[in-house]
């Protein structure tokens, strides 16, 4: 085999030259260099403060660079004719975004490095920006003046593009994220499936059996939760005033009644639902209840390690306290506060039925009601109904249940107490009754009580009855003794 010619040697090269597969610029940086051994003549050490204090610099450098060749890939990045073409055109293809960039190449000349690396914008000379790798080096024999300088430029617009549509997909997310108007939690759950697995390949079958009798098994796995990212609303939600003090207090946040909340979520995890919902409660850093709408999801692609769950919790607090209320509502009286006389009539049945016999029955008329509504009007009448729902509160206490079972009466059930308690309870709301006349001024209040005893096998109804009969009667004797009838307008 011959070797080859000198001639052939540069055809060849000169063919490579040509034929690469991205974008090579043959180039003169001489003047560039001129410049610069003028520009430390005068004293100038740091280039990049220079170009800071004179940006037009940056352009004399530019201008300084003159194009020698391209090759055919060049040509077609940019759409030129031919090389004439492209360099008439050269200040629509190093405009705008690669000024900033090409001070930081010239630096690294400047700084004695052989050529330079970075990521710049070009321009087509039909206006479509391009995204070029560049890399430059000064060619060997050259290093003296600059004069040969070897520039390929890499197409990589289509990966910037991805990398921005990536970015912009990333930042997307995380305002969605972010901004969610629900409570939003990134987890860690590995460690308590590996606790479960544990359970499961100890043979257990009943695991809320074994939940019930182990509940120390329920902190060990609330302690391997990994919270990882919360957003915005869940630090307002919880009164935190950044991430870190809400992770450096969870154990306030996840407490109390939520346990067995996390026990159910935990039987659901063990049934192989990766996806499930309920309400539970929570606590803010301030120790309020928080009732939340929990919604659990393993997300995509980490079923078989549960290292990434979405939880979204929705604050539900003001309506389980519109619920509680309304439930209130359907058991007392809006005015007293004291139960209904529909929740009284359910009390009658079941004790009736179950006891503990004996139950007592104490029946209590507000004296002189009617005097005060004509008199005084029904906001002093509805005034002192107020003062007799707290008398018969205080009195009673919250166990027991004392009803307004119409206008001016009230009912107290007394179950497994006798006619000596149930006395005792009576002489109870008369001293209180005293003590509430003390605190407010205007007109006093008053009842009227009886009381009525039945033992196990006799209808509740008997003692009612007695009840009234005793109240009537002292009722009776209060009006004789005021001189007056209970209806009178007098």
């Known amino acids: 085999m011959s070797a080859l010619t000198a001639s052939e040697h540069n055809v060849n090269f000169r063919d490579l030259f040509q034929l690469a597969p991205i974008s090579l610029w043959l180039e003169d940086f001489s003047a560039i260099k001129t410049l610069f051994d003028e520009w430390r003549s005068k004293g100038i050490s740091d280039i ?3 170009f800071a204090a004179y940006p037009e610099q940056v352009g004399a450098c530019s201008a300084g660079i003159r194009v020698l060749d391209v090759n055919q890939r060049t ?12 360099v008439a055109n050269l200040d629509k293809v190093f405009r705008d975004d690669m000024h900033r960039q090409h001070a930081h190449d010239m630096a690294a000349l400047w700084n004695g490095n052989g050529g330079f690396s970075s990521q710049s914008v070009n321009y087509g000379i039909d206006g479509r920006r391009i995204d070029v790798r560049v890399n430059a080096r000064i060619l060997p024999g ?8 070897m520039v390929s430029l890499e197409d990589i617009t289509d990966h910037v ?15 969605l994220f972010e901004h969610s108007p629900v409570s939003l939690w990134v987890e860690n759950f590995s460690g308590v499936r590996h606790l479960i697995e544990g359970v499961r390949d100890a043979g257990i079958s009943d695991f809320r059996v074994f939940l019930n009798v182990h509940p120390e098994f329920i902190t ?47 039987i659901d995890l063990w049934n192989g639902k ?3 919902q309920r309400e539970t409660v929570n606590y803010s850093l301030a120790g309020n209840e928080v009732n939340v709408f929990l919604q659990f999801s393993v997300l995509p692609g980490h079923e078989d390690s549960w290292d990434r769950v979405l939880i979204a919790l929705t604050d539900i607090t003001a309506r389980k306290k ?49 005097l005060v509504n004509d008199g005084l009007g029904h906001a002093a009448g509805d005034a002192l109904l107020r003062r007799a729902g707290e008398v018969l509160k205080k009195a ?20 497994g107490c006798d006619a000596h308690s149930a006395e005792e309870v009576v002489e109870r709301i008369l001293a209180v009754t005293v003590l509430n006349n003390q605190f407010y001024t205007g007109t006093a209040l008053s009842f009227s009580l009886g009381i009525g005893t039945c033992t196990q096998g006799e209808p509740l109804s008997k003692a009612i009855h007695a009840a009234d009969a005793q109240m009537y009667a002292v009722k009776r004797e209060f009006y004789l003794g005021e001189g007056k009838d209970r209806r009178s307008t007098d």
């Open 322 to 370: 519109a619920e509680a209320y309304l439930e209130f509502l359907g058991r007392h009286d809006a005015l007293t506060k004291l139960y209904n006389r529909a929740y009284y009539d359910e009390e009658l049945m079941r004790l009736g039925r179950k006891g503990p016999f004996p139950v007592s029955v104490i029946v209590a008329d507000l004296n002189g009601l009617k």
């Open 142 to 149: 050259h290093e003296d003046d600059w004069s040969r300088v």
């Open 48 to 50: 990049e403060a220079y």
């Open 274 to 276: 990766l996806f499930h």
């Open 220 to 266: 060990r796995c609330m302690q391997e939760i990994q919270v990882i990212d919360v957003n915005r609303q869940t630090l307002k939600l919880f009164g935190a005033r950044s991430k870190d003090e809400l992770f450096g207090n969870l154990d306030r946040v996840f407490r109390d009644e939520m346990r067995e909340h996390f026990m159910e979520q935990l």
């Open 161 to 175: 593009r991805a990398q921005r549509g990536l970015k912009f997909s990333e930042q997307y997310a995380r305002g």
């Open 396 to 415: 009673v206490g919250d166990e027991v249940c004392s009803a307004r079972i119409g206008g001016d009466e009230f009912a107290v059930l007394l179950p």
């Open 75 to 86: 040509l077609e990045m940019f759409c030129a004719r031919d090389l004439a073409h492209l």
